[in-house]
């Protein structure tokens, strides 16, 4: 079976830190593949607002998620503190990809790889909306 194969950019322009608490453990007491998610969905939230946005307002429009692909390169346990670092990446009309990483902060120890797929939205209208340029061009170069 194939495997989903995730490239990552040369440089990140954001990183954040989260901890990983009890509730973010499962029955292998590790860190859960769905909590991970979620950890990467608060870093997406951290990302826009380091950025001065919303995921309800980037230069005017909303953003969801239309796909996400992952690799899992580790484990991470309660007690860790993640670093996830994000960027906006392959911009098309209507969006781009959030690629990010998540490695353990002490050992640098990559955990986890992957990119969101995010459209553009028009929450007024229900349809999607073009990229702002204003947008796409902070992640130009």
Known sequence: MARIQIDLPGHFG?????AIY???INYGNH???TALLALVSEARVRF?????YSELDVEGVGIIVADAAVQYRSEAFHGEVLV???TAHDFNRYGCDLVWQVAERDSGREVARGKHGIICFDYATRKPAPVPPAFAARFAG
């Open 84 to 86: 996830c670092s994000l």
């Open 48 to 52: 826009f607002k380091s950025l001065g």
């Open 14 to 18: 954001f990183a954040t830190e989260i």
């Open 22 to 24: 009890i509730n973010h």
């Open 31 to 33: 860190l859960d593949n």
